[in-house]
């Protein structure tokens, strides 16, 4: 064996992670919203980085397009001056911007001036009510002690988001140090309160105090709701019936009234701020006959390089920190620019291919989706898989049928008699189907379902079948049934 040290030239390929390669990674991953927070952040940390005003409604004038303008479009000598890289020391900006009458009013708060009427109602914020303070302000009017209003005010805001007790009122008894008695009464005075049902210990509870609020209830709605409220659930009306000793039909009724109630009062109140919005990453439109695929770009403004610091990097000594420095962010403003071009275009190709090879979807509806894998759009467009699923990751497309995730077009299914994939998402319309038409007092199986997919040339199994029925919250034959 030999031991020692010795120079060899050895030829290998390797594939390196540099940073700007796990850059334009992530800048594909992103959707609109997460990619306009990152071109936010970048402008803040590159200096070289600017907004392009010509394509972001700050156009410039046609006649003078070679000029320079000052920030608010018009032509001045001094900003000339400046923008021609003239070095002027003395130069007092300040001035300059009182001269020039630039409104700096983003940058200062609202402040009251005596004697003018104006307003705005950008001094204004707006709040919604919410079940909390809406119960408050109903406390208000109460004839209950003072006392017993800091009680109220103490179970209130205990209260869940559902409009439900978590703490018993002997727990609440304790912890203020008063009576059982009292809190009952007070407990009792809010269950008076709109929405009908709150304050309420449990579902049972809270259904039987809107049927007395609506004063329709009975002893059999109330034995019902007490004694039997899991085989209601359940749709289980034959054990009641039989229970009670009275007809199903009967049953029937009074649980179709039960089911009109609302088992949770306090989610009227729920606040629109956990509403989430979806902003498309694409549009697909159709002109002409032709479906057009658009990129939104309208959430993240085009970019460019300063031409101030170009002419900067340009002028200054080539050994200089400056020059260094303004030459990193330089290639890194580029590389950007050029990634979300780059972006912006492979999301344009993913989206033509899926498009194109999902024409009858857009045309006739879900019923025509066809079954589609990230190999079949990488193959078309040649890029690699991975690089098809984070580019639809996330993102969303508006097209004339409504607003789809991109990964809705990529599911799997079965081949139809004609040889054709049918994607699970055509299955379960043809179930969706199926179950809308039958007849209430006798719904189809899941058994039933498979026979009458398989007469359209759709072979699957009835476990199948259930679990496209529970994923599409579906009940089952004997939950859906009606006496």
């Given at each position: 064996?030999?031991?020692?040290?010795?120079?060899?030239?050895?030829?290998?390929?390797?594939?390196?992670?540099?940073?700007?390669?796990?850059?334009?990674?992530?800048?594909?991953?992103?959707?609109?919203?997460?990619?306009?927070?990152?071109?936010?952040?970048?402008?803040?940390?590159?200096?070289?980085?600017?907004?392009?005003?010509?394509?972001?409604?700050?156009?410039?004038?046609?006649?003078?397009?070679?000029?320079?303008?000052?920030?608010?479009?018009?032509?001045?000598?001094?900003?000339?001056?400046?923008?021609?890289?003239?070095?002027?020391?003395?130069?007092?900006?300040?001035?300059?911007?009182?001269?020039?009458?630039?409104?700096?009013?983003?940058?200062?708060?609202?402040?009251?001036?005596?004697?003018?009427?104006?307003?705005?109602?950008?001094?204004?914020?707006?709040?919604?009510?919410?079940?909390?303070?809406?119960?408050?302000?109903?406390?208000?009017?109460?004839?209950?002690?003072?006392?017993?209003?800091?009680?109220?005010?103490?179970?209130?805001?205990?209260?869940?988001?559902?409009?439900?007790?978590?703490?018993?009122?002997?727990?609440?008894?304790?912890?203020?140090?008063?009576?059982?008695?009292?809190?009952?009464?007070?407990?009792?005075?809010?269950?008076?309160?709109?929405?009908?049902?709150?304050?309420?210990?449990?579902?049972?509870?809270?259904?039987?105090?809107?049927?007395?609020?609506?004063?329709?209830?009975?002893?059999?709605?109330?034995?019902?709701?007490?004694?039997?409220?899991?085989?209601?659930?359940?749709?289980?009306?034959?054990?009641?019936?039989?229970?009670?000793?009275?007809?199903?039909?009967?049953?029937?009724?009074?649980?179709?009234?039960?089911?009109?109630?609302?088992?949770?009062?306090?989610?009227?109140?729920?606040?629109?701020?956990?509403?989430?919005?979806?902003?498309?990453?694409?549009?697909?439109?159709?002109?002409?006959?032709?479906?057009?695929?658009?990129?939104?770009?309208?959430?993240?403004?085009?970019?460019?390089?300063?031409?101030?610091?170009?002419?900067?990097?340009?002028?200054?000594?080539?050994?200089?920190?400056?020059?260094?420095?303004?030459?990193?962010?330089?290639?890194?403003?580029?590389?950007?620019?050029?990634?979300?071009?780059?972006?912006?275009?492979?999301?344009?190709?993913?989206?033509?291919?899926?498009?194109?090879?999902?024409?009858?979807?857009?045309?006739?509806?879900?019923?025509?989706?066809?079954?589609?894998?990230?190999?079949?759009?990488?193959?078309?467009?040649?890029?690699?898989?991975?690089?098809?699923?984070?580019?639809?990751?996330?993102?969303y497309l508006q097209s004339p049928r409504g607003v789809y995730e991109i990964k809705?077009?990529?599911?799997?299914?079965?081949?139809?008699?004609?040889?054709?994939?049918?994607?699970?998402?055509?299955?379960?319309?043809?179930?969706?189907?199926?179950?809308?038409?039958?007849?209430?007092?006798?719904?189809?199986?899941?058994?039933?379902?498979?026979?009458?997919?398989?007469?359209?040339?759709?072979?699957?199994?009835?476990?199948?079948?259930?679990?496209?029925?529970?994923?599409m919250h579906l009940p089952s034959s004997s939950k859906r049934k009606r006496y």
């Amino acid at each position: 064996m030999k031991l020692g040290y010795e120079l060899t030239i050895e030829q290998t390929q390797k594939l390196i992670m540099t940073p700007e390669l796990i850059q334009a990674i992530q800048i594909l991953q992103f959707n609109t919203q997460e990619l306009d927070a990152y071109v936010e952040e970048q402008l803040l940390t590159n200096p070289i980085l600017e907004v392009d005003l010509q394509e972001n409604g700050g156009a410039k004038n046609d006649k003078h397009e070679d000029a320079d303008y000052d920030f608010d479009g018009s032509k001045d000598g001094e900003a000339q001056e400046f923008s021609r890289g003239k070095k002027d020391d003395d130069f007092d900006w300040s001035e300059y911007l009182r001269e020039r009458e630039f409104d700096d009013i983003s940058y200062r708060q609202w402040e009251y001036q005596k004697g003018t009427s104006d307003y705005t109602y950008e001094q204004y914020v707006s709040s919604e009510i919410g079940l909390t303070e809406h119960l408050l302000f109903q406390l208000q009017f109460t004839d209950l002690k003072r006392s017993c209003k800091q009680v109220g005010k103490y179970v209130i805001e205990s209260l869940d988001q559902n409009g439900y007790m978590t703490q018993t009122v002997d727990e609440i008894a304790s912890h203020l140090g008063i009576k059982t008695e009292r809190v009952e009464e007070v407990v009792k005075t809010i269950q008076g309160f709109e929405p009908s049902g709150v304050g309420a210990g449990d579902i049972k509870e809270c259904l039987l105090i809107q049927l007395e609020q609506l004063g329709i209830k009975t002893p059999r709605m109330e034995r019902i709701i007490s004694e039997h409220i899991d085989d209601l659930a359940c749709n289980r009306l034959s054990n009641i019936a039989k229970s009670m000793g009275l007809p199903v039909k009967e049953i029937q009724k009074i649980a179709d009234i039960i089911k009109t109630l609302e088992p949770k009062p306090g989610r009227q109140f729920s606040s629109s701020a956990e509403t989430k919005y979806i902003v498309p990453d694409v549009t697909v439109e159709k002109i002409d006959g032709e479906y057009i695929v658009t990129v939104n770009e309208s959430s993240s403004p085009k970019l460019t390089v300063s031409s101030y610091y170009q002419r900067m990097l340009h002028d200054a000594d080539k050994e200089s920190n400056i020059s260094k420095f303004l030459t990193g962010r330089l290639n890194s403003a580029l590389w950007l620019i050029k990634s979300i071009e780059q972006r912006r275009q492979t999301i344009y190709n993913v989206v033509s291919a899926v498009v194109k090879y999902q024409r009858n979807f857009f045309d006739n509806g879900p019923k025509y989706l066809k079954t589609l894998t990230l190999k079949q759009i990488a193959d078309e467009i040649g890029i690699h898989e991975s690089t098809v699923s984070r580019s639809i990751n996330g993102k969303y497309l508006q097209s004339p049928r409504g607003v789809y995730e991109i990964k809705y077009f990529f599911t799997s299914g079965v081949n139809s008699d004609s040889g054709e994939g049918i994607s699970s998402e055509s299955i379960k319309t043809f179930i969706k189907e199926i179950v809308g038409r039958e007849e209430s007092s006798a719904p189809f199986s899941d058994h039933v379902i498979v026979e009458m997919l398989a007469e359209k040339g759709i072979e699957i199994s009835r476990r199948t079948v259930a679990k496209y029925r529970d994923e599409m919250h579906l009940p089952s034959s004997s939950k859906r049934k009606r006496y």
